[in-house]
């Protein structure tokens, strides 16, 4: 497996608070990713980066920020958690596609919101 | 922008049946594909992938899938699935500025 971990791999919340989700790598991957997974959903992307302090919006930013200071640390910030916030979030890495290689996942942060 | 449509949404199999399940993606450009696998309570794997040359590729566990350029598909194929394939699959592209975009997964589940 791919050194992806993500933390805390569990957690339950109040509405209304913010919680912060890390993925930290140690690929030295350029691209890194977070999505989240819901039911008849698939995955959806939620940010991205490519590159330190270089970020982008995916299709589902609305609530959520990140930041990333250094290559191997990419930060998911709930800024004020809400009950559709839910989920199951993975962290994902990738090398540009002019590299051949494939996106590798982390193992998921399972999140409730209450 | 990209997207990828994934026609099943939940596919019920006897074991030593065929598969091949559906994907379609839209872009323009050059796209890397993806199939990756899903055990219940696991992340996601990779199944296979295409980035150029044969449009025929082969993965893990007798996995294979074909690139039709004309038709924006990559389906996923295997002539004889076992219980073990019991899992979620998602169709995935790699398209404009790095995007990793899937398709929302298609159920499958193998009886004995």
């Known amino acids: 497996d791919a050194g992806i971990t993500q933390s805390p791999r569990h957690k339950v919340t109040e509405t209304g608070t913010p919680v912060t989700l890390r993925c930290h790598q140690t690929?030295?991957?350029?691209?890194m990713y977070w999505y989240r997974q819901d039911p008849g959903h698939g995955l959806r992307l939620i940010h991205y980066?490519?590159?330190?302090?270089?970020?982008d919006k995916g299709e589902v930013s609305d609530g959520y920020s990140v930041s990333r200071s250094k290559t191997e640390d990419f930060l998911l910030t709930l800024e004020s958690a809400t009950s559709s916030q839910t989920s199951v979030y993975f962290c994902?890495?990738?090398?540009?596609?002019?590299?051949?290689?494939?996106?590798?996942f982390g193992q998921g942060t399972r999140l409730t919101v209450v | 922008a990209q997207s990828v449509s994934q026609h099943n949404h939940h596919v019920i199999l006897s074991e030593a049946a065929s598969l091949e399940l559906g994907c379609n993606y839209s872009y323009g450009g050059t796209v890397n594909l993806f199939w990756y696998v899903q055990y219940p309570g696991q992340h996601l794997q990779l199944l296979l992938k295409y980035f150029s040359g044969d449009p025929l590729v082969k993965g893990i566990k007798g996995f294979e899938a074909e690139f039709i350029k004309s038709k924006f598909s990559f389906n996923l194929r295997k002539p004889s699935v076992q219980w073990s394939d019991t899992a979620e699959y998602f169709c995935a592209v790699r398209g404009g500025y790095q995007k990793v975009t899937f398709g929302t997964g298609t159920k499958l589940q193998v009886i004995p």
């Open positions: 980066s490519y590159g330190v302090k270089d970020t």
């Open positions: 690929e030295n991957h350029r691209y």
């Open positions: 994902a890495i990738s090398e540009s596609k002019d590299r051949n290689t494939e996106a590798f």
